[in-house]
């Protein structure tokens, strides 16, 4: 019979493994950039042999894909934004305005991960164009998230009449965009806090009945 205590250490182990990887690249792809970041670097901070991380992520392109999506995720399962837990939470919301704070502060938690690493993906996609190609071309998955949020919220009690779900979902799109809220966290100064109360009060003036 198999030991299913051992198998599950064995896939414990393995997982806090690959998660110590992955913040050593992250660390690591700030801290001195993507492009002059050696594996054996990464895996010296990690405390692992460079062989593992070849065979966990094959390569330097793959094993920025991970850090950048685990950042947005908050966690290395694979699932997507709409149906994590949160977001799922956000639908169910019995108001238009209890949408909308829920929907920021999760917006918030996510911008809170990815701001650090916006400025070296960037630096990463213009020295190598192969890193664009690593995520689907196309329709931004932002805007979807967006969009998708915008009409649950807008059918909603207290979602004001004279909005249509389109002007909600660009104007959500905008407000909440990685841009923005670098723009005044890193450059003016404001605390995450603070442009979270921001944001969701500039949002329901514009969506919700007053």
């Given at each position: 019979?198999?030991?299913?205590?051992?198998?599950?250490?064995?896939?414990?182990?393995?997982?806090?493994?690959?998660?110590?990887?992955?913040?050593?690249?992250?660390?690591?792809?700030?801290?001195?950039?993507?492009?002059?970041?050696?594996?054996?670097?990464?895996?010296?901070?990690?405390?692992?042999?460079?062989?593992?991380?070849?065979?966990?992520?094959?390569?330097?392109?793959?094993?920025?894909?991970?850090?950048?999506?685990?950042?947005?995720?908050?966690?290395?399962?694979?699932?997507?934004?709409?149906?994590?837990?949160?977001?799922?939470?956000?639908?169910?919301?019995?108001?238009?305005?209890?949408h909308l704070r829920a929907h920021v502060a999760g917006t918030r938690a996510i911008l809170d991960r990815v701001a650090p690493i916006t400025e070296m993906l960037a630096a990463a996609s213009a020295m190598d164009p192969e890193v664009k190609s690593l995520w689907p071309q196309g329709?931004?998955?932002?805007?979807?998230?967006?969009?998708?949020?915008?009409?649950?919220?807008?059918?909603?009690?207290?979602?004001?009449?004279?909005?249509?779900?389109?002007?909600?979902?660009?104007?959500?799109?905008?407000?909440?965009?990685?841009?923005?809220?670098?723009?005044?966290?890193?450059?003016?100064?404001?605390?995450?806090?603070?442009?979270?109360?921001?944001?969701?009060?500039?949002?329901?003036?514009?969506?919700?009945?007053?």
């Open positions: 019979m198999v030991d299913v205590k051992k198998v599950d250490k064995r896939a414990a182990k393995s997982r806090q493994t690959r998660l110590r990887m992955l913040d050593a690249a992250r660390e690591l792809f700030v801290e001195q950039g993507y492009g002059v970041t050696t594996l054996q670097e990464v895996a010296d901070r990690a405390g692992v042999a460079v062989q593992t991380i070849y065979f966990k992520f094959g390569n330097k392109r793959t094993l920025l894909k991970e850090v950048v999506d685990t950042a947005i995720a908050g966690d290395d399962e694979p699932v997507a934004t709409m149906e994590r837990p949160w977001f799922r939470e956000t639908l169910d919301a019995g108001t238009a305005e209890g329709a931004d998955p932002r805007y979807t998230v967006q969009s998708v949020a915008a009409e649950a919220m807008m059918a909603k009690p207290g979602a004001r009449d004279d909005v249509t779900a389109d002007f909600a979902a660009d104007l959500l799109y905008g407000l909440l965009s990685t841009e923005l809220y670098l723009l005044l966290v890193r450059e003016r100064g404001w605390s995450p806090e603070r442009w979270e109360q921001w944001a969701f009060d500039t949002l329901r003036i514009q969506l919700c009945d007053a």
